[in-house]
């Protein structure tokens, strides 16, 4: 089974709420990501998680707070969002990025977020 | 610093045509892993192939084709006789070996392929 799970599929939120994305991977993978996507553009990185602890920040604005309950589950809890926030959020795991060889990211279908 | 840079930025052409989708890459490590997914129109990305920097071999899977050149940091993928389900974006990414940033993609801007009935 190589499939990342995301919900929900589709999120509208206004400015003042607080809403969470989630995230779930059965592989037994380690490592897992945060993404956000604009239109036409690449993927960009938010945050890696190892081992259940986060390793990577790419400086994301605190209105974002990932979560890693279990090597299974990852969240994204999103608090008093911007428009321009509005975009498609992706999860993703991979192996094991401490083993040596590096393994292939597995992605989920994603989130698109609209924030009014 | 780690690039990849995707020249084309769209391409079209028509059903059983053969395309190439160039991916060109900068890095300064010598151990590093080069990778192909594509993006369909519902926004998942699809992983493609992996490459390892010692691994010059070129790779056929059904009618996708890959031909890895060190020598001129090139990644390059050609799908034989296009189909329209091959419409999509598809995006070249570098990752380092080891290091602080181990974990990353470094992605091109991506390619739009449009394949016509």
């Known amino acids: 089974d190589t499939e990342v799970t995301q919900t929900p599929k589709h999120l509208v939120m206004g400015m003042t709420n607080k809403k969470s994305l989630k995230c779930e991977q059965h592989?037994?993978?380690?490592?897992m990501y945060w993404y956000k996507q604009k239109a036409k553009k690449p993927p960009e990185l938010m945050f890696v998680?190892?081992?259940?602890?986060?390793?990577i920040n790419e400086s994301v604005p605190s209105r974002f707070s990932p979560e890693c309950p279990n090597s299974s589950l990852l969240n994204l809890h999103l608090h008093a969002l911007q428009p321009e926030d509005s975009a498609l959020y992706l999860c993703?795991?991979?192996?094991?990025?401490?083993?040596?060889?590096?393994?292939?990211?597995?992605f989920g279908p994603g989130t698109r977020l609209t924030v009014l | 610093a780690q690039k990849v840079t995707q020249a084309q930025t769209e391409i079209s052409v028509v059903e059983k045509e053969d395309v190439t989708l160039d991916c060109v890459y900068e890095?300064?490590?010598?151990?590093?892993?080069l990778f192909w997914y594509k993006q369909p129109p519902s926004g998942e990305l699809v992983f493609l192939i992996r490459?390892?920097?010692?691994?010059?071999q070129n790779e056929i899977s059904g009618r996708y084709s890959w031909n890895f050149q060190k020598s001129t940091s090139s990644f390059n993928f050609t799908i034989t006789a296009s189909q329209v389900v091959d419409s999509a974006v598809y995006f070249c990414?570098?990752?380092?070996?080891?290091?602080?940033?181990?974990?990353?993609?470094?992605f091109g801007r991506g390619t739009q392929l449009t394949v016509w009935p």
């Open positions: 990414a570098l990752s380092k070996h080891r290091g602080s940033t181990l974990g990353r993609l470094y």
């Open positions: 490459r390892n920097s010692f691994d010059e």
């Open positions: 993703a795991s991979s192996q094991d990025p401490l083993a040596g060889d590096y393994n292939e990211q597995f």
């Open positions: 998680y190892s081992y259940e602890k986060l390793s």
């Open positions: 890095t300064r490590d010598t151990t590093y892993y």
């Open positions: 592989m037994g993978h380690r490592a």
